[in-house]
């Protein structure tokens, strides 16, 4: 990927510091968007540019201004005069139970993981065909098998699953679109799964063990860098979880 520049959201922690380290150690240029973690994205800016000068860089923006998303994709290609790639990784996640929905929710889970996923990526699409060049979605094997407690994110992801698809076909043949969903990688911070339930998750893995995020950005970086005739297809990273739920 030497060169190569790429966008990724919700990049300052998590799963996202993780996509954005393997691909800088490939040898592309990473954008670290955040809209909060100001001090953790310039940390890993700084760590990034200390191993190799001008090779990462930050950009601020709240993926639910869908107005200002053209803006978020000009700051980005100001720093490295072009975008090769788009990997759409932020995402809320938080339990809302049948009877306990509200519009809040819906524009808080379908806006991050579906709605700012689509007008970032038609926002990005002129620079992605002149570098014909890809994206990947983070989606989740809940896409495909819901979780109870957990419909409104679940349908979001099966929507960002689905815009893989449509944007494969719409942005075909200069630019690839895949996905990868994960299954228990990292926990969420807010101790909404307690310890049994996990334990519990993880023993319907086939491995019997809990992945890490580098796996994660291992299956993104072959996406963008070793897969060149794979588009509208979704790597499940979960273990075998999916495999027999």
Request: negative net charge; aromatic residues 4%; glycine residues 8%.
């Amino acid at each position: 990927m030497n060169g190569e520049v790429v966008l990724v959201t919700g990049a300052a922690k998590r799963v996202g510091s993780a996509i954005v380290r393997e691909l800088h150690a490939a040898g592309a240029r990473v954008i670290i968007h955040y809209r909060s973690a100001a001090s953790a994205a310039d940390a890993l800016a700084s760590e990034l540019n200390a191993l190799r000068p001008d090779s990462a860089a930050c950009v601020q923006a709240d993926l639910l201004d869908i107005g200002g998303l053209p803006q978020l994709i000009d700051a980005a290609v100001s720093h490295f005069g072009r975008l090769d790639a788009l990997v759409n990784n932020a995402s809320s996640f938080f339990a809302t139970p049948l009877g306990s929905i509200d519009e809040t929710a819906w524009n808080d889970l379908v806006g991050s993981n579906l709605k700012a996923p689509l007008f970032l990526t038609q926002a990005a699409a002129a620079q992605l065909i002149a570098a014909r060049g890809a994206v990947v979605n983070i989606t989740d094997i809940h896409a495909e098998r819901p979780l109870a407690g957990y419909p409104l994110y679940c349908i979001a992801k099966a929507g960002l699953l689905g815009l893989t698809r449509a944007l494969a076909i719409e942005l075909a043949p200069a630019v690839r679109v895949n996905a990868v969903a994960p299954g228990p990688i990292l926990w969420p911070d807010d101790g909404a799964f307690p310890g049994d339930e996990r334990q519990h998750i993880v023993d319907h893995t086939l491995l019997k063990r809990e992945g890490s995020p580098d796996d994660i950005a291992r299956a993104v970086r072959f996406l963008l860098a070793d897969a060149p005739y794979v588009t509208g297809q979704v790597i499940n990273v979960d273990g075998g979880r999916s495999a027999h739920l």
